[in-house]
């Protein structure tokens, strides 16, 4: 399995910008596909983007279509997920998922879990 670790959450202004970062220890990072789902309370975990092992495939929730940009650097064992244009019903808890080879938008599919980073967008 693979240890996850995300940075880079915090407290924005509205039409605010943030770059979350995942850092990767275990497996083989090249290996995984990479997973971005965020959660509020009292709410089911919901999927935001989600990225091939290259990261020459992505895929975006229709929410954040548009606003959000989720890459990798293998290199840096490191996906990343730059938001753009904040919205206040962006503000959750943000987790970094990991799972072998092929990516998906369920977060039932990822099996390794980070420990989640806050993003509060303030109106």
Do not use: H
Request: charged share 15%.
């Amino acid at each position: 399995q693979v240890q996850l670790v995300e940075s880079g959450g915090g407290l924005v202004q509205a039409g605010g910008s943030l770059r979350l970062s995942c850092a990767a220890s275990g497996r083989t990072f090249s290996s995984y596909a990479m997973g971005w789902f965020r959660q509020v309370p009292g709410k089911e975990r919901e999927f935001v983007a989600t990225i091939t092992k290259t990261g020459g495939t992505t895929y975006y929730a229709d929410s954040v279509k548009g606003r959000f940009t989720i890459s990798r650097d293998n290199a840096k064992n490191t996906v990343y997920l730059q938001m753009n244009s904040l919205k206040p019903e962006d503000t959750a808890t943000y987790y970094c998922a990991a799972r072998p080879s092929v990516p998906s938008t369920r977060w039932t599919d990822f099996g390794s879990w980070g420990q989640g980073t806050q993003v509060t967008v303030a109106s």
